[in-house]
């Protein structure tokens, strides 16, 4: 039985509803902020409904012929699950941050009617049933996310939004000019586990690769790629939450999910593996993890810091996804997710740092686990769990990472995992040194504004739920069970 | 299908009631427009469902009477000039009122009376520029188009647009001599001047000299560079509502013919190719490094014509035969999309220069003011401009880019992707000013109230906005059987 309505409802609970956000007033706080979150938990509830239903296997499909060959179709496969289970439920903690954070602002309405079709993109991205459609959502998130980019409004926010737009759109052009190409030697090209070429990397194999190239340009400027990272340091000068909405949830995200598509839906594994571009794809996020590690050590900008980790942690999912081995795979998957909770935590926690005290360098950090306890403790779970220290949920990912390099006969890959985490703790654990075991300033600045709930309660939660994924990344609906049900499903 | 010769007849008439009855003048303007909107739709439904048809006006056969002919392409024109005017006739009501008021500007009162006419006129050339099937029908209905034309641009009354206005009558006027040259040598060389005659031609010098006329009479009146010299004035210098008609509507006449003949000019067009190709290209380069450096935002949108006129032709120029490819319909669909976004973008425009008091491009970011229904418009039409997606534009370039893929010819790849780049580069001039806010804007500042203009603006953009997604529609029109 195929359901075709599921997906179209999850899909508006977000379009739908950024219009109207986008018309009301910017004024009406109390009505903007029950329409944001009444959406945001009807959406929710319907990816928990999808998940148990993908679960149970049924399909879900919405189709709409654009042109002759060219269709828009969603669908909900297991993947998808995993990253609109992401953005549903991170979407709607950091609208609770964002309402907090924004309090008093200018031109919110703007602010949250595009923050909404950011996720909307998202939610396209994730239910996209083949590249085509991959393609549109990923450049509507690109045009969505520009005007949150430059929210704050000041010479420096428009400087960034310029960097960020040539960096995205020049990757989009990459991206699709590598879809036509495709589309043109082999028709419409759905997602399929284990890849929907057929005979053609037999035929062409030489265009195939520059087209694979193409593509992975196209999404890894959004997976900030090293070297196609340079804009993601660079939007940090966004408001707190539109970076925690850029790092964890929506565009590093869809550049990593297109990874995935890539490589397991239209390419799939084994081709990608005859073609020899597995090994590439593995070294240039090797590369990339070393790169963003190394950088990340001598930003003290806090921001800047995370941004440089994030660069890094990203690709532990294209490391994954391209070691080419189910163990890899399932730690790659799992860290999609894991890497998205831990990383909201630390933003979250970091604009609270900013907003409550004013701290925005890391040598200003001294004493705020007295200053600012609650914060401090998410920040410290979120570090730890970058750093993995068991049980947190970044130890599950690497774990599963590192077994996969053996599984692989890449023992390198330990070596990298190794000095990698080595250096994690060496940008994190001065932080944390600094915070909980040096005394305040002994004039500590005077506290800037009152934390209330709506900025404190979500990085507890997401801090709450790193340990929850790992002390119980056995369950069967935890980011580990379902990685290894997507995985089942990939490799045979 | 007499209701077929209804769209010209129609909208000369209400013309005609229009300069008469000139109190009622938008009255039949109005009534006109909607009905002959009406007929557009009914013809494009009917050509979908039972293919091209024909009328001899009066019963007479072609060599001595005139014969309109209808077929998926030209209904599709069709419906794309009544999908605009409707649009830019909202502005031009809200603008210029519907009836006389007892106090009244006079400027006001002349521009309601000398738009409606001029507009109707323009439509009904139009819709029989579409349907004419023969070379000597459509130099008569370029005569019209281009003299109502010339009176849009006149319209506000300005030195400037006078003066545009005089230049645009002088080159319309070449253009038209040249084409009327060439129809008759093509008569003389070959016997007859239907639109299948120009592989006739190739053995003949008269024939060739006849080609060469023919194409660049079209050049002319298509402001395809580097004859795009009297365009940028004339549609920057226009009223809002002028300024679309002229950029969305006009210059597709000689586009269309253009594609015509190339998709029937068989090893003629072969040999074009190549330099219409290059005259494409260098309309994208010239267009966009003008509207780069444009100081203001109503020159920078008719040079943004400049350059999408060039990628149009590009289009048109590798069309190929329409029985095995179908890269001609990017042509199309391209031609579509233009005219939706950039009359959005004119009318848009026109409502952020009110608000202003100015167009200057320096002096958007006026800090009492803050970003209002108008600018959005603009952004949104700039996406379709540039082809991103959804927007019909995006469609477009895909199946453009498809068919250059499929014909192996990257060059014309490379120079599609780097005249996209240019159009963001210019647009986003503009684009990014839409978003200001933070410390560029006053705490008090005031938001544009709404008008029939932005109104107008939002709807044609959000129509090429979501065009792309029901690209369906117009390509199921164009994928019928060409009358040739």
Known sequence: MIETWLPVAILMTSLGVAPVILMIPDGARTLRTTVNLAAASVKVCLVGWLAWQVARGTDFEARLPVAPGLDLVLQADALSVLFLALSAVLWFLTTIYAVGYLEGGTDRSRFFGFFSLCVAATVGIAMSGNLFTFLIFFEVLTLATWPLVVHRGSAEAHRAGRIYLAYTLGGGLALTLGTIWLYALAGDVTFTPQGTLGNLPAEHPVTLRIIFLLLIAGVGVKAALVPLHGWLPISMVAPAPVSALLHA????????????????????????????????????????????????????????????????????????????????????????????????????????FAEGQGVKKVSQMDGMGRLMPGAT????????????????????????????????????VIALLAGSSLMNAAYFLPILHRAWFRPPPETPAPRLRRIGWMLAVPPAITAGLILAAGLLANAPFSPLGWTRFIVSLEYI | MTDTSLLVLLPFLAALAATIHA????????????????????????????????????????????????DGLAALMIAMTALVGLGVCVQALAAWGLRPTAVEDPRRARMRMGFWPLWLSTLAALNGLYLSGDLFNLYVTFEILGLAAVGLTALSGTRRALRAAFDYLVAGLAGSLLLLLGVALAYAAAGRVDLGVLPLLADSAAGRIAIALIVSGVGLKAALFPLHFWMPAAHSSAAPAASAILSALVVKGALYLALRLLLEGGLVADALRWGLICLGAGGMAWGSVCALRADRLKLLVAYSTVAQIGLIMLAISVAGDPLTGTAWQAAALLMLSHALAKAAMFLAVGRIAEELGHDRISGLNRSDLRPGAAEFAFAIAAISLIGLPPTAGFVGKWVLIDGLIGQGAWPVVALVLTGTVLSVAYLSRVVSRCLRGGPHIAPGARRPPWRAGDVAAIGLAFTALFMGLLSAAPLALLNGPLLS
């Not at chain 1, 949920?393 to 053996?406: D, E, H, N, R, T």
């Open chain 1, 377 to 412: 403790l998410a920040f410290t779970v979120g570090a730890l769990g970058m750093i993995g220290v068991p049980p947190l949920a970044g130890f599950v990912s690497k774990w599963y990472l590192a077994a996969g390099g053996l599984d692989a006969q890449a023992p390198l």
């Open chain 1, 249 to 352: 949830v929506a565009v590093v995200k869809a550049g990593a999910f297109g990874i995935m598509r890539i490589v397991y839906d239209v390419f799939g594994v084994e081709t990608t593996q005859a073609l020899g571009l597995a090994m590439p794809l593995a070294a240039a996020a090797a590369v990339t993890i070393i790169w963003g590690s190394l950088r990340a050590l001598t930003q003290d900008d806090l921001k800047k810091r995370l941004a440089y980790s994030t660069v890094s942690q990203v690709s532990y999912i294209t490391l994954g996804v391209a070691l080419i081995s189910p163990v890899a795979a399932i730690g790659g998957l799992a860290h999609l997710i894991h890497q998205g909770i831990m990383k909201i935590t630390l933003f979250l926690a970091a604009g609270n």
């Open chain 2, 23 to 70: 109190r009622g003048a938008a009255g039949w303007g109005l009534a006109g427009t909607v009905a002959s909107a009406g007929l557009a739709a009914h013809l494009a439904l009917s050509v979908h469902a039972s293919g091209p048809a024909s009328i001899a006006i009066g019963g007479w056969a072609a060599p001595l009477g005139i014969t309109l002919r209808a």
